[in-house]
């Protein structure tokens, strides 16, 4: 059986990943594509954990720790989840992957080549694409949410995004305009994920 195809969608906090990553499984599903959706944090124990005493704390633990533990999650992740669906030939979106953790904890100064390492471990996505969103869109969408993580305040979001276009410019991330009506965004994916579909 043919191995199938791991996809991530990237991008800020409230960037419209989830939107956008769930609406690109139910279309490739209406075009006969066995795909599914998955996202970190895991649902596995570790980005539970991650999500309730990571993500809601007023101020962030060690970056490394932080770093260790996101990691450890998607290590968890692909063993449990990825690889079994790839396995099966089946298309996995994954709504954050990777370099979600190279955006994150490297805007907060950890050393980018250590995050590699403690990522290696982890299949290289098929595709990886960008939302890109301004600052501050997402801050005011960031406004309406009651609770806030530790990662969300503008001095973060800046800096997460120079990572972001840093990955783009090196040609690791596909770039999105995610700043246009949901639908348009959705038709653009689904373009670059059908043209990677006829050449893998």
Same mark, same amino acid.
């Given at each position: 059986?043919?191995?199938?195809?791991?996809?991530?969608?990237?991008?800020?906090?409230?960037?419209?990943?989830?939107?956008q990553s769930?609406?690109?499984?139910?279309?490739?599903r209406n075009?006969g594509f066995?795909?599914?959706?998955?996202?970190e944090?895991?649902?596995?124990?570790i980005?539970?954990?991650?999500r309730?005493y990571?993500?809601q704390?007023r101020?962030?633990?060690?970056?490394?720790?932080?770093?260790?533990?996101?990691?450890?999650?998607r290590?968890?992740h692909?063993?449990?989840e990825?690889?079994p669906?790839?396995n099966d030939g089946?298309?996995?979106?994954?709504? !954050?992957? &990777? =370099?979600?953790? *190279?955006?994150?904890? #490297?805007?907060a100064g950890?050393?980018?080549e250590w995050?590699?390492e403690?990522?290696k471990?982890v299949?290289?996505?098929?595709?990886?694409?960008y939302l890109?969103?301004p600052?501050?869109?997402?801050m005011?969408?960031?406004?309406?949410?009651r609770v806030?993580s530790v990662?969300?305040s503008?001095?973060?979001q800046?800096?997460? !995004?120079? &990572? =972001?276009?840093? *990955?783009?410019k090196? #040609?690791k991330?596909i770039?999105?305009d995610?700043n246009?009506?949901i639908m348009?965004?959705?038709?653009?994916?689904q373009?670059?994920?059908i043209?990677k579909?006829?050449n893998p």
């Amino acid at each position: 059986m043919k191995r199938g195809l791991l996809i991530c969608i990237e991008g800020l906090d409230k960037s419209g990943k989830t939107t956008q990553s769930r609406l690109l499984v139910e279309s490739l599903r209406n075009k006969g594509f066995d795909a599914v959706y998955t996202t970190e944090p895991s649902n596995g124990e570790i980005g539970r954990f991650i999500r309730r005493y990571i993500l809601q704390r007023r101020e962030r633990v060690s970056i490394s720790v932080e770093a260790l533990l996101f990691a450890a999650d998607r290590i968890d992740h692909v063993e449990r989840e990825i690889k079994p669906l790839l396995n099966d030939g089946k298309i996995v979106v994954s709504d !954050r992957y &990777v =370099y979600s953790s *190279l955006a994150y904890q #490297g805007a907060a100064g950890l050393d980018v080549e250590w995050i590699k390492e403690i990522n290696k471990m982890v299949p290289r996505p098929d595709l990886a694409i960008y939302l890109e969103v301004p600052i501050e869109v997402i801050m005011e969408r960031l406004k309406k949410k009651r609770v806030r993580s530790v990662m969300e305040s503008l001095e973060v979001q800046e800096k997460v !995004r120079d &990572v =972001y276009m840093n *990955l783009v410019k090196e #040609g690791k991330l596909i770039m999105v305009d995610g700043n246009r009506p949901i639908m348009e965004v959705s038709q653009d994916i689904q373009k670059i994920v059908i043209e990677k579909l006829k050449n893998p």
